[in-house]
T-cell receptor
């Protein structure tokens, strides 16, 4: 069965600092991987996705993530944090077999950005 | 830009009452989903729906839950007899293709069972 682990339920960075949000997945087959962002009182918005093309995936708002099969990781990064990046971030996986469409989410990481 | 809409944004109900949460998916999408997020917890899959039938459901989706696409635009989640533990944010999502196609989420309905 597929699963997702996000290390760190809360991450705090200074404005302009590097953002690194960690995600490790478990899947017996090549996965599809996603990062979603949730702003307060809003739904989930896709930041980026990995679907077996390039291992370095660029998303919206300057975010990117690198798929590392050997480490079963899909960490999210942004070189310079902005105040508007404060939100909750969810990593999710879809397995390629069984549960073909359902998203399995990690517990989420709340990002705080301070001046 | 097309978006998934959900109504109501907040529903308060008493334990044992039936509730219907409504969603309008993006018009050319074929796959529909319900997820829920209990306060402070992760987003959990409830059910997926394709071609007018359930394609997969989680263990959470017991006999108290049902889904329906009553017409060409709405997608509903019914909880027959609500329990306190059903209090959560319920998200509807849709996509056009199976597999790795992006699922578009609605803004959610916050259900409070008292």
């Amino acid at each position: 069965a597929q699963s997702v682990t996000q290390l760190g339920s809360h991450v705090s960075v200074s404005e302009g600092a590097l953002v690194l949000l960690r995600c490790n997945y478990s899947s017996s087959v090549p996965p599809y991987l996603f990062w979603y962002v949730q702003y307060p009182n809003q739904g989930l918005q896709l930041l980026l996705k990995y679907t077996s093309a390039a291992t370095l995936v660029k998303g919206i708002n300057g975010f990117e993530a690198e798929f590392k099969k050997s480490e079963t990781s899909f960490h999210l990064t942004k070189p310079s944090a902005h105040m508007s990046d404060a939100a909750e971030y969810f990593c999710a996986v879809i397995g390629a077999t069984g549960g073909y469409n359902k998203l399995i989410f990690g517990a989420g990481t709340r990002l705080a950005v301070h001046p | 830009e097309p978006e998934v809409t959900q109504t109501p944004s907040h529903q308060v109900t008493q334990m044992g009452q039936e509730v219907i949460l409504r969603c309008v998916p993006i018009s050319n999408h074929l796959y529909f989903y319900w997820y829920r997020q209990i306060l402070g917890q992760k987003v959990e899959f409830l059910v997926s729906f394709y071609n007018n039938e359930i394609s997969e459901k989680s263990e959470i989706f017991d006999d108290q839950f049902s889904v329906e696409r009553p017409d060409g635009s709405n997608f509903t989640l019914k909880i027959r007899s609500t329990k306190l533990e059903d209090s959560a944010m319920y998200f509807c999502a849709s996509n056009r293709l199976a597999g790795g196609d992006e699922q578009y989420f609605g803004p959610g309905t916050r259900l409070t069972v008292t």
